[in-house]
T-cell receptor
Framework: KQEVTQIPAALSVPEGENLVLNCSFTDSAIYNLQWFRQDPGKGLTSLLL?????REQTSGRLNASLDKSSGRSTLYIAASQPGDSATYLCAVSNAGGTSYGKLTFGQGTILTVHP | DAGITQSPRYKITETGRQVTLMCHQTWSHSYMFWYRQDLGHGLRLIYYSAAADITDKGEVPDGYVVSRSKTENFPLTLESATRSQTSVYFC????????????FGQGTRLTVV
């Protein structure tokens, strides 16, 4: 059974810092890994999608890497801003068995960026 | 508007009542999913569907029923609501199971009293 772990559970940083969020998964049989952002009381917004054959993806100040063999992904946020405050979730799309691209989520990292 | 929409956004119901949560997507995505989000458990898959008339159970299907007669709709029914089903429910869709992003609705906050 796929398990996804995110570290740290919470992070508080001053504005302007570069930061790294970590995600690990136990089964490397994945199609892709996706990073989401969730604001309080809101739905999930997709940030980045990395295919299993890719090593990284970039979007603006965000950069996500994937090391499928070791079961790890990192989300790097450059020059953090208060508007980045949210919960960040990673999810893997499982490729094993009759997976139908089911996503398994981590518990999330609650990020607070203070001015 | 294009996208994935859920209704209602908020619902309070009594124990034992049947309640249906609606999900509609305008992209004609083949795959649709229902998740629930609870403190301490994160997001857990309830049911999913690979196409119209094809559905299967996820991690926590007990007490829920789904149907998918049309590609764009994927309603979730709680046959006899229980307090343990108080949660935030999210519907999602994706074009394929392998290569594309999953898009989520805004969620339905359900309270069972």
């Amino acid at each position: 059974k796929q398990e996804v772990t995110q570290i740290p559970a919470a992070l508080s940083v001053p504005e302007g810092e570069n930061l790294v969020l970590n995600c690990s998964f136990t089964d490397s049989a994945i199609y892709n890994l996706q990073w989401f952002r969730q604001d309080p009381g809101k739905g999930l917004t997709s940030l980045l999608l990395i295919q299993s054959s890719q090593r990284e993806q970039t979007s603006g100040r965000l950069n996500a890497s994937l090391d499928k063999s070791s079961g790890r992904s990192t989300l790097y946020i450059a020059a953090s801003q208060p508007g980045d405050s949210a919960t960040y979730l990673c999810a893997v799309s499982n490729a094993g068995g009759t997976s139908y691209g089911k996503l398994t989520f981590g518990q999330g990292t609650i990020l607070t960026v203070h001015p | 508007d294009a996208g994935i929409t859920q209704s209602p956004r908020y619902k309070i119901t009594e124990t034992g009542r049947q309640v249906t949560l609606m999900c509609h997507q305008t992209w004609s995505h083949s795959y649709m999913f229902w998740y629930r989000q609870d403190l301490g458990h994160g997001l857990r898959l309830i049911y999913y569907s690979a196409a119209a008339d094809i559905t299967d159970k996820g991690e926590v299907p007990d007490g829920y029923v789904v149907s998918r007669s049309k590609t764009e709709n994927f309603p979730l029914t709680l046959e006899s609501a229980t307090r343990s089903q108080t949660s935030v429910y999210f519907c999602a869709s994706s074009e394929s199971r392998q290569y594309t992003e999953a898009f989520f609705g805004q969620g339905t906050r359900l309270t069972v009293v």
